[in-house]
């Protein structure tokens, strides 16, 4: 897949949303490119969106086998929150324990407001949010 052209950028991430909640911590690993959509940027293509591209690419043609959830079986929620984002990502282990299998990834970019909070009112606000 050769890397999207200066208008391709919007049906690139048009798709990826589309498959959203199957990409682990897809905000963060395409932040650069999203970053090119916003209003009265002059930012174009460079390296460091080529470089996210390429890690979506990878990511995508190896990607982790979401499996359904087993009832009676803990289930284990791994959280991430960073500087513009937050996501989360259930699993559970396999029938013999020793593997955690993925069930399903949640995501969220924090808004304007929403990015300017501390790092322990985002923990909390992600906490609150994955709950919910």
């Not at 399903?104 to 300017?116: A, D, I, T, V």
């Amino acid at each position: 897949m050769p890397s999207p052209k200066t208008r391709e950028v919007h049906s690139f991430l048009g798709k990826l949303n589309y498959i959203l909640r199957f990409i682990s911590n897809l905000i963060a690993k395409a932040e650069s490119i999203f970053k090119l959509l916003k209003k009265n940027n002059t930012a174009q293509w460079d390296q460091v969106c080529q470089e996210a591209f390429e890690k979506i690419k990878r990511y995508l043609s190896n990607p982790p086998i979401l499996v359904p959830p087993v009832t009676g079986r803990p289930l284990i929620l791994y959280m991430a929150v960073q500087q513009s984002s937050m996501g989360c990502v259930l699993r559970q282990h396999d029938d013999a324990g020793r593997k955690e299998r993925a069930i399903y990834f949640l995501r969220n970019k924090f808004n304007e407001c929403e990015s300017k909070y501390s790092f322990l009112e985002k923990t909390c606000y992600a906490l609150a949010w994955t709950a919910n």
